[in-house]
């Protein structure tokens, strides 16, 4: 099955109130091509909004989405921009009580992701015992092993409605390469409701494939399709852009300023 579309036809999937997961790494394979032809959307047609943002670190392209004002609420173990500081819509709206923020880590992540998959409504873990995580969080509870007696948190399962995902190359049909540094990509494809793939190169078949085709939605061909975060081995980190961003944007008026700017790159 050929389930190449295009970018823009991949952007009208996402709906307002929707659980949208980004894949990739603080700077690293983000699906910046995507947010972009999102974000195009946003301003032609109002929507989407009041999107809940999934991902395991947040960077430049969660920004993006924060500053366009597309979303309610973030589930992150991280946002920020790495050694060039702070993500400063993030921080913005964040300051504001503009945007819900909900305490994450790595542990609740991965676990709440894994519950989905096993089809099971949580799963069990030690992370956050001995901590005041539980009191922002009254949702995640403590159980007691059945087995053992010892004390457990249970993490609820977490079902995106939509990820998108970029990779290093990807086929036809759907089979994708994501490389070496997968971060929570694999879960988040096969913890969703719909997976979309933007890739770097699109060939007709892969022999082997980290994310396969039965769960994939869509194939979108994306060259740079992560620039300024890097895809390495095929490019680096654009480490003059992402300092731009942080030095010239600060608050609504600069980051529309920026968006301008950008845009028409």
Same mark, same amino acid.
């Not at 030690?126 to 949702?139: C, E, F, S, V, Y």
């Not at 620039?227 to 010239?248: F, V, W």
């Given at each position: 099955?050929?389930?190449?579309?295009?970018?823009?036809?991949?952007?009208? +999937?996402?709906?307002?109130?929707?659980?949208?997961?980004?894949?990739?790494?603080?700077?690293?394979?983000?699906?910046?091509?995507?947010?972009?032809?999102? #974000?195009?959307?946003?301003?032609?047609?109002?929507?989407?909004?009041?999107?809940?943002?999934?991902?395991?670190?947040?960077?430049?392209?969660?920004?993006?989405?924060?500053?366009?004002?597309?979303? &309610?609420?973030?589930?992150?173990?991280? #946002?920020?921009?790495?050694?060039?500081?702070?993500?400063?819509?993030?921080?913005?709206?964040?300051?504001?009580?503009?945007?819900?923020?909900?305490?994450?880590?790595?542990?609740?992540?991965?676990?709440?992701?894994?519950?989905? #998959?096993?089809?099971?409504?949580?799963?069990?873990?030690?992370?956050?015992?001995?901590?005041?995580?539980?009191?922002?969080?009254? =949702?995640?509870?403590?159980?007691?092993?059945?087995?053992?007696?010892?004390?457990?948190?249970?993490?609820?399962?977490?079902?995106?409605?939509?990820?998108?995902?970029?990779?290093?190359?990807?086929?036809?049909?759907?089979?994708?390469?994501?490389? =070496?540094?997968?971060?929570?990509?694999?879960? +988040?494809? +096969?913890?969703?409701?719909?997976?979309?793939?933007?890739?770097?190169?699109?060939?007709?078949?892969?022999?082997?494939?980290?994310?396969?085709?039965?769960?994939?939605?869509?194939?979108?061909?994306?060259?740079?399709?992560?620039?300024?975060? &890097?895809?390495?081995?095929?490019?680096?980190?654009?480490?003059?852009?992402?300092?731009?961003?942080?030095?010239?944007?600060?608050?609504?008026?600069?980051?529309?300023?920026?968006?301008?700017?950008?845009?028409?790159?």
């Amino acid at each position: 099955m050929d389930k190449r579309i295009s970018i823009e036809n991949a952007a009208e +999937l996402v709906t307002s109130g929707c659980c949208l997961g980004l894949g990739g790494m603080t700077l690293y394979r983000r699906p910046v091509a995507f947010v972009s032809a999102l #974000i195009k959307r946003k301003q032609h047609s109002g929507n989407p909004e009041n999107i809940t943002l999934l991902t395991f670190t947040a960077g430049f392209e969660t920004d993006l989405l924060i500053g366009a004002n597309m979303i &309610s609420r973030i589930r992150s173990c991280y #946002i920020g921009l790495e050694i060039f500081g702070l993500a400063p819509m993030f921080t913005y709206r964040a300051n504001r009580g503009e945007i819900e923020v909900m305490e994450e880590t790595e542990a609740s992540l991965a676990l709440g992701l894994r519950a989905y #998959i096993a089809g099971i409504g949580f799963m069990p873990g030690h992370a956050w015992i001995g901590t005041d995580l539980p009191k922002l969080r009254p =949702d995640v509870k403590e159980i007691t092993d059945p087995y053992t007696g010892e004390e457990l948190m249970a993490f609820s399962a977490i079902k995106p409605d939509l990820s998108v995902i970029h990779a290093l190359r990807a086929d036809y049909a759907g089979n994708a390469q994501i490389g =070496d540094n997968k971060s929570i990509d694999e879960e +988040l494809s +096969l913890a969703s409701e719909q997976v979309i793939i933007t890739a770097e190169e699109i060939v007709p078949v892969l022999t082997r494939a980290d994310i396969v085709a039965p769960i994939v939605t869509g194939v979108v061909h994306a060259p740079n399709g992560a620039a300024p975060t &890097s895809c390495h081995p095929l490019y680096p980190l654009d480490g003059r852009s992402i300092l731009e961003y942080a030095e010239s944007v600060s608050d609504p008026a600069s980051f529309e300023d920026y968006l301008k700017r950008w845009l028409v790159k």
